[in-house]
């Protein structure tokens, strides 16, 4: 048997239950990745006339667009595999406009119940450089986070989603020590001289975790030597790196009960500027841990007209 985690990246990202599910309905995270939501839905000043219907189709899709294929202009790009750093590269690229860390796991307690997280940061830079001005408000980053959690028993699964401006202690990433944060959701070291282990934190609508990851395996290079190319065009890439195998213990509250929790938990680390070319409208993404120690993972590149590009791509990695 296996552990899943699933989802389309334009839609969501899905970690499940297939031993006693059929496929993958119990849902431990669905992250409604519409990028468009840094240029529409984070609006950095209130705005006064809300637009028609048919405006607001136009303003996500101009968003999105600009999000994945825009100017890369003041930016780097993912050109050609590079040397990884680690601790440095669990933190920020600022010289990139966007990069996430994305973890997802399974749980269960003691006696065997099931439960599935998701716990995510996305940085997007809407300008290579922050503005000049003075004030404490000034930002050039925009972070928006992710909190899921389902009660595979119970039936229940509960989203939540957050959007700030990379100033004023917001939002924000660092590398030493390690965290990200968004308002009280965190992901941070524990221990000041290494980024594992790590505590994920983040409550919301009466469900809470507080679950400590350890690194597991250690990171996997994804595509050529980390380079994750998305088309044949030069640039539209992005570095990636897994931690596909996390063990993971701690707390889950849900409706006023506590539970105590352990299992496994995959970190995905992506940064691009440009990552999909135009007729590239998202990707879907699955991973398997399997109980033999080996890891899957694929991904989908869908393009405009539904066929899938040649660039998808899929790795095996081994127990070893």
């Not at 600009?66 to 600022?94: I, Q, T």
Request: charged fraction near 25%; hydrophobic fraction near 40%; aromatic fraction near 10%.
């Amino acid at each position: 048997m296996s552990k899943l985690l699933r989802g389309p990246m334009s839609g969501s990202k899905i970690a499940g239950f297939p031993r006693g599910t059929r496929g993958a309905a119990l849902a431990a995270g669905c992250l409604v990745f519409t990028l468009a939501a840094f240029a529409g839905a984070c609006r950095l000043s209130p705005q006064p006339d809300e637009p028609e219907p048919s405006e607001k189709a136009e303003r996500t899709r101009l968003g999105l667009s600009a999000v994945l294929g825009g100017s890369s202009a003041g930016f780097a790009r993912a050109l050609a595999p590079r040397a990884f750093r680690f601790p440095e590269d669990h933190g920020p690229h600022p010289e990139f406009r966007t990069e996430w860390w994305y973890a997802t796991g399974n749980l269960a307690t003691p006696a065997g119940r099931r439960f599935g997280f998701q716990l995510t940061f996305f940085r997007n830079a809407l300008a290579p450089e922050t503005p000049d001005r003075p004030s404490r408000w000034a930002a050039r980053d925009v972070y928006m986070a992710h909190f899921a959690l389902t009660d595979a028993e119970g039936g229940r699964f509960l989203a939540f989603e957050r959007f700030r401006r990379g100033a004023l202690g917001l939002a924000g990433a660092r590398a030493l020590p390690f965290r990200v944060a968004l308002d009280d959701w965190s992901i941070a070291s524990l221990a000041p001289g290494s980024t594992w282990p790590a505590r994920l934190r983040a409550q919301e609508g009466g469900a809470a975790i507080d679950i400590q990851l350890d690194q597991g395996k250690p990171p996997v290079l994804e595509g050529d030597r980390g380079l994750s190319q998305k088309s044949a065009a030069p640039g539209q890439a992005s570095y990636y790196y897994s931690l596909p195998r996390m063990p993971a213990r701690g707390d889950i509250r849900l409706g006023g009960e506590s539970f105590a929790v352990s299992g496994l938990a995959w970190l995905d680390r992506e940064w691009s500027t440009s990552a999909l070319a135009a007729d590239q409208v998202g990707w879907d993404w699955l991973a398997l841990q399997l109980d033999d120690g080996r890891e899957l993972m694929l991904y989908r590149l869908r393009r405009r007209d539904g066929s899938a590009d040649p660039a998808s791509r899929a790795t095996l990695i081994l127990a070893d």
